[in-house]
């Protein structure tokens, strides 16, 4: 991977093709390279686009600094790694924390952004997720770090679909899945994404019907029928709010969206090439 020095810190990034740039933001804890699992890099490239990839402050190889991260900050890094690469009018989609700072970007750089596709997070967040994101917080603060296998497991029924959990055969490729999503993540670097993360989802409502009312450019949000940390209702809300937001609700998916990648690609897909 190559890597830019932007805002202060290395972040390590691959460009994939030729065209115009889609840039793919990940999300708490994801690793750049799952994105080709995901289908969201060699497909675009076939279609003529050019594909950028990159690992998030507090995700090695990127810089993992001591935190707090907030969600602007990690929208200022990727804003200037667009910059550093050059790059204008961009298609941007992220998932979940990615989703977040997707939306920052578009909110406060429209002279960049194209149109973004924001996938299981916009703002805010359901009472659960704050609960969750609050207690990860606070025993990394008293010094309990739990191993992020165990985290991971412990996730499973917010991150997959009750069917998918329900078949043995599947969760068990599912977990195969995750550790080379995701691997073993601890250090500075989970602490200050959990941080951004419990910082974004508890902003008030009226901070949230503000910053939508004000992003000017595209926004497609992504809904996932079984998503307890971001459901359906929330970002539905979230698109009517946005001045241009479309809003797609993919069946049967928990909070990764695993269980149907393919449905994602189409529909992202579908978005960016109407821009």
């Known amino acids: 991977m190559a890597v830019a020095e932007v805002n202060g810190i290395e972040i390590a990034y691959e460009v994939h093709g030729e065209g115009e740039p889609i840039v793919l933001v990940c999300g708490t804890g994801q690793r750049a390279e799952s994105w080709s699992f995901l289908g969201m890099v060699t497909e675009p490239v076939e279609q003529g686009y050019q594909v950028v990839t990159f690992d998030n402050r507090g995700m090695a190889p990127s810089g993992c600094p001591e935190g707090p991260y907030s969600v602007e900050m990690m ?19 992220g998932i979940s924390l990615g989703g977040f700072v997707t939306f920052q970007v578009a909110r406060s750089r429209p002279d960049l952004v194209r149109g973004a596709a924001c996938i299981a997070g916009l703002v805010g967040g359901s009472r659960y997720v704050q609960l969750l994101t609050d207690a990860r917080v606070d025993a990394i603060r008293d010094g309990h770090e739990m191993p992020g296998t165990l985290d991971s497991l412990l996730s499973l029924p917010g991150t997959f679909a009750p069917a998918t959990l329900q078949n043995d055969a599947v969760v068990e490729a599912m977990t195969t899945m995750m550790d080379s ?29 503000e910053a939508l009312a004000e992003t000017r450019v595209p926004v497609l949000v992504m809904a996932h029928q079984f998503d307890l940390f971001f459901p359906p209702a929330l970002l539905s809300w979230g698109a009517e709010q946005l001045p241009h937001g479309q809003y797609v609700e993919i069946p049967g998916c928990g909070h990764a969206g695993v269980e149907d990648i393919g449905a994602h ?9 109407s821009l």
Do not use: C, N
């Open 75 to 93: 929208a200022q890094d990727t804003v200037g790694l667009i910059e550093h690469l050059g790059l204008s009018q961009v298609r941007i989609a």
């Open 181 to 209: 999503v995701f691997g073993e993540w601890s250090g500075p670097g989970r602490r200050g994404q959990y941080e951004a993360d419990t910082d974004w989802i508890r902003r008030p409502r009226s901070w949230q019907e």
């Open 265 to 273: 690609r189409e529909a992202a897909m579908k978005f960016f090439a």
